[in-house]
């Protein structure tokens, strides 16, 4: 029997409410915003929260301002329709001619209504334009399709965004009907066919043990032989389709013309360029390096310089490639030897470890990096590919200064049109295009931070 | 026996990596050989020749005055290739540097105000980041030059922005300029001078402080060194040094109105364009790795050093920046180079840099792509290389410090 203490609470204390300044609104409020101004104790603290006030309403005005402006520009004063085919006038003040009220600042829509056509697709005749339809569309889907994982056989339809995706889409925008003959055709398949069976012979050990490990470079030769073959076979199969060549292609094809083949080529370019940095063969190594560094040390600026004029000279008098493969070319090598080095990061962060293992098992080269180290490399740097592929994006628009016309080099010679000049000319295309990038680029690098995310869920056991 | 040994041969790794390296330099040798060989039978088919002789010859062209005509002398008609060549790269240099030192004061204001508590600040700051960062550079580029510069007031008119010393108007940003008496160079001495002096002052006080504990006020007495000294020789000679401002008519005949030639400093709105794209494109990019370089710090060191009684300020100069800074400086070294590759873009806009003047106007005259492309990628490889010299120097001695 214990005896009762007067001073000993005898029920639970009651629950008060959280403090105003830690919970609810006024507690983000108060944490996130004025907190930080809120000290006076001192002389410096009093200075540093002063500071504070002023520069937060100062972010806060230009913040505003420019939503303002941007809102007010873009949609309120602008101008949205041309019902009369005025052109330029219908953008003009009345001190410039039109009618608009003196002192008007707004986007001029109609110009870029009549240019859209022009930005997105360049020159394309208006006729065909419905194969380019198609093969984005199917683009769209099936990329989409292979990024989510929640959609059924989404590897499956990766790997034929990867393999039948760009055929399909190079029949449609040039038209097919390659010139190639059947004869040559027939016999480098052939000559496939035959390097196959050497292979088979050797890994069966007709050829004796010491080819067996050389025979499959012979298969993978061979396959490689016939799958090029197919692809020219199928390019050069008259579809009934109209041809149309490189140079009246335009706009926003074309940035995604020159994006995805970089992105597509740079990657196993890229991969092969990385392994032979870290190669044991001094050889390989030093090519490799001098290769990467090479790229990686001048602006991509030059080297589609040196792809318009210097390529011409490399190449047999009589060779003549067409000005967009040139730029292909260069865009494809400068971004192998950004990719290389990310996809080495990738590869120097791999535990020893995993190497040893693999050559305890008998893995040869090949199949300890196909297997084991590529696969664990390759995902760890996910997010540094998406972000090379952004750079790439973004770095599509240098093509316009070597007379290919992308998106913002339609977009800049639309601006040239007196037609439409008018003082807002340049920025309401800018806008437009501006948010056409915006949209790709943005969604590219959520794109990475999700990824990133699963990742490092998926690595924490 | 004969049997085995040639397969023992065979299966030697080592001899079988000659082999394959053998084969890769045999067909690299192949390769370029027919290159060469084509390269050549192209040349005399164009009735060209190889060699660097153009070099001395005189440029026809105009080049607008910027910091390399004018450090070069540049003269139509009279100036060399290799002068050219020289103001490309001149006035690459100038604005890469500019623009080094513009992003680097924006990208880490904007680096740590990501970080602030403040949430106008921080979400200020990644509006600025994604916006600026998910945008083409020549898109801003165009933007700068096109739709802001081109919307100035015309040569007749001008935007004042320090009364009679700094103004604006569509042929660009006329600056006071310097010019500079004799005796000048004492005061530029003495500046000198006064900066050992602190350098040894500073030396000699960590030194006193690490074996008594006494401190001395380095900060203040150096500045007070330097700004005093400098001040002083600078009064005592006469001061040597006066301004030639900007002249502007508004009067007189139409066509000598504006801005008269002569007096004052111009910047050209093509570098005023490449300067701003430039800066505010990398920036973005610096506020990044600043705020992923102080993220690096781990939180127990700031703990540690609140636990032995530093304050916030001095956490943050000696226990934070230093370690964000080792992880820091890799990743903005590359961004430097990036942006100096970058500022090629400005060919776009014909503000005279290398690839503009020299790889555009100039090899538009005189026809010598191979060398003249290879003297222009040389420029830029020379930079990049030795950029990468100094990162394994500094890495290295990163690497010494941390035990």
Same mark, same amino acid.
């Given at each position: 029997?214990t005896?009762p ?7 639970d ?19 996130n ?11 410096? &603290?009093?200075i ?22 941007l ?26 001619g ?11 829509w ?5 240019k ?18 198609? &093969? ?14 929640r959609m ?27 010139e ?29 043990? #010491?080819?067996?490990?050389i ?37 926003l ?10 992105i ?6 890229g991969?092969i360029l ?12 030093i ?6 560094? $090479?790229?990686?040390g #001048?602006?991509?600026?030059?080297v589609?310089?040196?792809?318009s ?11 003549n490639?067409?000005?967009?493969l ?7 090598? $400068?971004?192998?030897?950004?990719? &290389? ?8 962060g ?19 990096m ?6 664990q490399a390759?995902?760890?740097?996910i997010?540094?590919?998406v972000?090379?592929?952004? +750079?790439? $994006?973004k770095d599509t ?9 992308d ?7 639309a #601006? &040239?049109?007196?037609?439409w000049?008018?003082p #807002? ?6 806008l437009?295009? +501006?948010?056409?990038f $915006?949209?790709?680029?943005f969604?590219?690098s959520?794109?990475?931070?999700f ?11 | 026996?004969?049997?085995?040994s040639?397969s023992?041969?065979?299966y030697d ?21 027919w ?11 164009r009735?060209?020749t ?37 103001i490309?790269?001149?006035?690459t ?5 500019l623009?080094?030192a513009?992003?680097?004061v ?10 602030s ?7 200020f ?12 550079? %020549?898109?801003?580029l ?15 008119? @001008? ?35 006064a ?7 500073? @030396?000699w006080?960590?030194?006193?402080q ?6 001395f006020?380095?900060f203040?007495t150096?500045?007070?060194?330097i700004?005093?000294?400098t ?12 301004w ?8 007189g ?11 004052g400093m ?5 570098? %005023? ?29 700031t ?19 230093p ?15 990036n ?35 290879f003297?222009m ?6 930079f ?8 394994n120097?500094?890495?290295a ?5 941390? @035990?």
């Open positions: 029997m005896t203490h007067k001073y000993v609470r005898t029920e204390a009651p629950l008060l409410p959280p403090p105003a300044t830690e919970a609810g609104i006024t507690g983000w409020l108060w944490q915003i004025f907190a930080s101004m809120a000290d006076y104790q001192s002389i410096g &603290a009093a540093r929260s002063l500071f504070m006030i002023t520069f937060s309403l100062l972010l806060v005005y230009v913040f505003i301002n420019q939503t303002f402006g809102i007010d520009f873009a949609i309120l004063s602008a101008v949205w329709s041309d019902p009369d085919g005025l052109k330029r006038e219908a953008c003009w003040t009345v001190q410039q039109g009618a608009l009220p003196d002192g008007w600042h707004g986007a001029c109609p110009f870029v209504w009549a859209q056509k022009f930005a997105w697709f360049g020159p394309y005749p208006s006729e065909e334009l419905w194969r380019v339809y198609i &093969a984005l569309a199917v683009g769209t889907v099936g990329l989409i399709w292979a990024l989510l994982d059924p056989y989404h590897r499956q339809v990766g790997v034929l965004m990867l393999t039948i995706y760009p055929l399909l889409a190079f029949i449609l925008l040039t038209g097919g009907n390659n190639a003959s059947l004869t040559s055709i027939g016999v480098w398949i052939f000559g496939g066919l035959a390097m196959i069976s050497v292979g088979r012979m050797g890994a069966a050990g007709y050829l004796g043990a #010491v080819f067996a490990e025979s499959s470079v012979f298969s993978i030769v061979g396959w490689g032989i016939i799958a090029l073959n197919v692809v020219r076979g199928i390019a050069s199969v008259d579809f009934n389709l109209t041809p149309v060549g490189t140079g009246d292609w335009g706009g094809l074309i940035t995604l013309v020159v994006a995805l083949t970089g597509v080529a740079s990657l196993p370019l991969i990385a392994l032979g940095r870290r190669s044991q063969m001094p050889v390989v190594s090519l490799c390096t001098i290769f990467i560094e $090479f790229w990686r #001048v602006p991509l600026i030059t589609l310089f040196m792809a004029v210097m390529l011409p000279l490399f190449l047999p008098a009589g060779v490639f067409d000005n967009l040139r730029a292909l070319i260069g865009v494809m090598l $400068f971004s192998a030897a950004y990719m &290389a080095e990310v996809v080495r990061g990738g590869l120097q791999i535990d020893k470890g995993q190497y040893e293992g693999a050559q305890a098992m008998g893995l040869s080269y090949w199949q300890t196909r297997l084991i180290i590529l696969p390759l995902t760890h740097v997010p540094g590919i972000n090379t592929f952004i +750079g790439l $994006f628009t240098l093509v316009s200064i070597v007379g290919i016309f998106l913002l080099g339609a977009g800049q010679s #601006v &040239a049109d007196a037609a000049s008018t #807002v000319q340049a920025i309401t295309m800018y437009y295009i +501006g948010v056409i $915006f949209i790709f680029c969604g590219m959520r794109y990475s931070i990824m990133e995310n699963k990742l490092s869920k998926s690595r924490r056991h | 026996m004969t049997k085995h040639i023992s041969l065979i790794s080592k001899l079988r990596g000659y082999f394959f390296q053998a084969l890769i330099l045999l067909g690299l040798a192949t390769s370029v050989w290159i060469i060989d084509n390269t050549v039978t192209n040349l005399a088919d009735g060209k190889v060699g660097f002789g153009f070099l001395g010859e005189n440029a026809g062209f105009q080049i607008s005055a910027t910091l390399g005509t004018w450090i070069f002398d540049y003269n139509v008609g009279q100036s060399s290739y290799l002068d050219v060549y020289f490309g790269i001149t006035n240099f100038l604005v890469a540097i623009g080094i513009g992003a680097t924006l990208g880490f204001t904007v680096g740590i105000m990501r970080l508590k403040n949430f106008i600040v921080r979400s700051a990644t509006i600025y980041i994604e916006l600026l960062r998910n945008l083409p550079l %020549l898109l801003q165009f933007f700068w030059y096109f739709a802001v510069l081109r919307a100035l007031p015309s040569k007749r008119e @001008r935007i004042e922005i320090i009364p009679d010393a700094v103004a604006m108007n569509i042929t660009g940003l006329y600056l006071p300029a310097p010019i500079v008496g004799p005796g000048f160079i004492y005061s530029v001495i003495a500046f000198l001078i900066v050992v002096i602190v350098y040894m002052l500073k @030396r006080a960590q030194k006193r690490s074996q008594t504990g006494q401190r006020p380095v203040w150096g500045f007070g060194l700004i005093g000294l001040v002083l020789v600078f009064l005592s000679t006469g001061s040597p040094l006066n030639s401002y900007p002249e502007f008519k508004t009067t005949a139409i066509l000598r109105r504006g801005f008269q030639s002569g007096s111009v910047l050209v709105p093509e570098m %005023l364009a490449v300067w701003l794209a430039l800066t505010l494109y990398t920036a973005a990019f610096i506020a990044e790795i600043v705020r992923a370089g102080i993220l690096a710090v781990a939180k127990g060191q703990e540690a050093a609140f636990s032995i009684g530093m304050r916030p300020g001095m956490t943050l100069r000696l226990i934070i920046i370690q964000a800074l080792r992880v820091i400086i890799p990743p903005l070294t590359s961004q430097y180079l942006l100096t590759k970058n500022s090629s873009l400005a060919v776009a806009i014909a503000y005279p840099e290398l690839v503009s003047i020299f790889a555009g106007t100039a090899l538009n005259q005189v026809g010598k792509e191979i060398e003249m492309i003297m990628m040389m420029v830029y490889l020379t990049s290389i030795a950029t990468a010299a100094f990162m120097w500094f890495n001695r990163v690497k010494l410090v941390e @035990r």
